[in-house]
C-alpha cells in the first residue's frame, strides 16, 4: 500500500466538554480514540498537531454575525434568555443542542482543527488530514440543530475552495448531511453526497428529489436508505455512486464526513454496519489518491466510535492490515470488553433496503442523475482548473478587485445566502428565516423543526415582530435539581459587553474549569493557557456523563 503523508489534529482539551448528563453526544470519545490511537503507536507515524482555535470571526465566514456573538457568550444561565426562551440560535427541543459549559470553546476546537486540516491539504504539506472532533454537519448559518453548533464542514470547504477549485463531498453519518449541503445547495464547485437513513428520521431531508439549486443544480446528491443495511448492501450503492460522482465531477480534494453512528449497535442509529464496512468506505477514497480529509460527525455507541475512528486512522496511514485486531493496554482498555478487540460486528436485524427492490431504484437513480450532469452539457465551472483570483467571479459575486479581502468577503457572502430547503412537510405559513420581520400576517408565524432525539417534528412558535423577540423582562428563573441552584434568565446574569470583547479577542482561548462546578457563576472563569495541560491530564473527565455507555456490551 503506498504511503501517504497524514496531518492528525487533535486538542487534548476536547475531552473535558460534556452536554450534560445522560445527554448521548460525548466528545470525550474523541479522547478515548486519541488513546486507542496512541496505545497502536500510530502517533510516530505522522505529524499530530494542536490546531489553533478558531476565532470568532473565521466562523462568520458561514454563521451570521448575531449567532457567533450569542454562541460566544452564552451560558447554561443565560440560554433562556438569549435565546428568548428557545426561539432564536438554539430552538425546538433544548435537549438537543444544550447550551452547555464552554460551548464556544468547544465549538472553536471542532472547527479549528478542521480549517487547519484544510490549510494543510491547500499548502501541500500533507496528502490526508484528520479531525474526528469534527464532521459537525447539521449546524445552520444561524442556529444549532442535531448536537452541532458550528460547522466545522462548511468552513473546512470554504478554505479548500481557495485553491481546488472542485470539492467532493461525502457524507457516511447515518443523518443526512443537511447543514452543508444546505451551504453549497447553488453552487457547481462542491458536490454534496449524502448516503443517510431517510423516513421518520432527522433531520427529515434529503430525498433523491433534492439535488441543488441554480447553477448548483446536480450537485447535490441524496442516497436515502433504510434500517439495517449490511456492508455488502452499502458497498453496492456507495462505490458506483462514487465512482460516478469521480468520473463526472473530477474533484480536486474530497472531505469525507466519517460520522460512526451508520455502525451496528449505535445508540441513535438503525445501519448494521460492521466496522470493516464503515471503513471501507474511508479506505475506497484513499486509494483515489485523491488529497483527502477525513472528519467525525456522530457516534453514539462511544467504545464502537472509538474503534472505528481509530481503525480509519490506520487506514489513512495504510497499516490497517498490519495491526492486531486484540487492543493493545490503554487508559479505557477496561471498557472494550468482553471481546477487547478493534471491531464492530454485524447483527442479524433484518435489511429493509433489500424490500421490493429499494436499493437497486435508488442506486440507478443516482447514477441517472450523474449521467445528466455528464450529458447536460459541461458544468459551467468548467473542467478546467479554476485561477485563485476568479473563484469569486465562479461563486456569481463579482469582485471590483481580486484580493484576498474580496476573495473572503465573496465565499462569505455566497455561504450566507443559502437556500431555504424546501419541505413538504412544511405549511405555506411557515418560514425557515429567523430574521425577516415583515411579515404582516397577524398569526404567529411557525417553524418546524425536527429533534435528532426523538425523530419528532416540533413546532415553535415566532414571535410576529422583532419587537415582540426581546422579551427582557420575561423571567424564566426556575430551580435546577442537579445544580441545587435557581438558573436561567434572571435580569443581569450573563456576560457583560467588555467581557465579550475579551472573549472575542481570545478567538476562543481559555477554558472555564471544563464542565465542573466552579465556572458555574454569572462570570466566565478563564484557566491560563499554562494552566490547560494539568487540568486537562488531571480532571476526572466527564465521569458522570459517561458511565451509562461503558458498562454495557
Ligand atoms: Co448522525
Known sequence: ????????????????????????????????????????????????????????????????????????????????????????????????????????????????????????????????????????????????????????????????????????????????????????????????????????????????????????????????LDDGITDAAYKSVFEPVVTKILETFRPSAVVLQCGADSLSGDKLGGFNLSLAGHAACVQFMRRTGLPLILLGGGGYTVKNVARAWTFETACALGVEDEIDVNLPWSEYFHWFGPRYRLEVMQSNMEDLNLRDGMLDRVRERALEQLQQLRSGGAPSVGMHDVPRQSLGD??????????????????????????????????????????????????????????????????????????????????????????????????GVGVTVAELGGVMERGGQGVRNGGRSAGRGAGREVVEEGDREREVDDSNVDVDGDVDDWDME
Open 1 to 224: 500500500m503506498s504511503k501517504r503523508r497524514v496531518a492528525y489534529y487533535y486538542d487534548p482539551d476536547v475531552g473535558a466538554y460534556t452536554y450534560g448528563l445522560g445527554h448521548p453526544m460525548k466528545p470525550h470519545r474523541v479522547r478515548v480514540t486519541h488513546d486507542l490511537v496512541s496505545s497502536y503507536g500510530m502517533l510516530s507515524q505522522m505529524h499530530v498537531l494542536r490546531p489553533k482555535r478558531a476565532s470568532p470571526e473565521s466562523m462568520t465566514a458561514f454563521h451570521t454575525d448575531e449567532y457567533i456573538n450569542f454562541l460566544a457568550r452564552v451560558t447554561p444561565e443565560t440560554a433562556e434568555e438569549l435565546t428568548h426562551g428557545g426561539l432564536l440560535f438554539l430552538v425546538g427541543e433544548l435537549p438537543d443542542n444544550p447550551a452547555f459549559e464552554g460551548v464556544f470553546e468547544f465549538c472553536s476546537i471542532s472547527a479549528g482543527g478542521s480549517i487547519a486540516a484544510a490549510q494543510r491539504i491547500n499548502s501541500g504539506a500533507a496528502d490526508i488530514a484528520i479531525n474526528w472532533a469534527g464532521g459537525l454537519h447539521h449546524a445552520k448559518k444561524g442556529e444549532a440543530s442535531g448536537f452541532c453548533y458550528i460547522n466545522d464542514i462548511v468552513l473546512c470547504i470554504l478554505e479548500l475552495l481557495r485553491v481546488h477549485p472542485r470539492v467532493l463531498y461525502i457524507d457516511i453519518d447515518i443523518h443526512h448531511g443537511d447543514g452543508v449541503e444546505e451551504a453549497f445547495y447553488t453552487t457547481d464547485r462542491v458536490m454534496c453526497a449524502s448516503f443517510h437513513k431517510f423516513g421518520e428520521f432527522f433531520p427529515g431531508t434529503g430525498t433523491q428529489d433534492d439535488r441543488g439549486r441554480g447553477r448548483g443544480k446536480g450537485y447535490s446528491l441524496n442516497v436515502p
Open 394 to 491: 465562479h461563486l456569481g459575486f463579482t469582485a471590483e478587485e481580486d484580493t484576498h479581502d474580496e476573495l473572503d468577503e465573496s465565499l462569505a457572502q455566497h455561504a450566507r445566502y443559502v437556500y431555504t430547503l424546501p419541505d413538504p412537510d412544511l405549511s405555506s405559513n411557515a418560514s425557515d428565516s429567523t430574521d425577516s420581520s415583515d411579515d404582516d400576517d397577524s398569526a404567529p408565524r411557525r417553524r418546524k423543526r425536527m429533534s435528532i432525539l426523538t425523530n419528532r417534528y416540533v413546532d415553535i412558535d415566532l414571535p410576529k415582530s422583532a419587537h415582540e423577540k426581546r422579551s427582557f423582562f420575561k423571567s424564566k428563573a426556575r430551580w435546577n435539581e442537579r445544580l441545587e441552584s435557581v438558573t436561567a434568565g434572571a435580569v
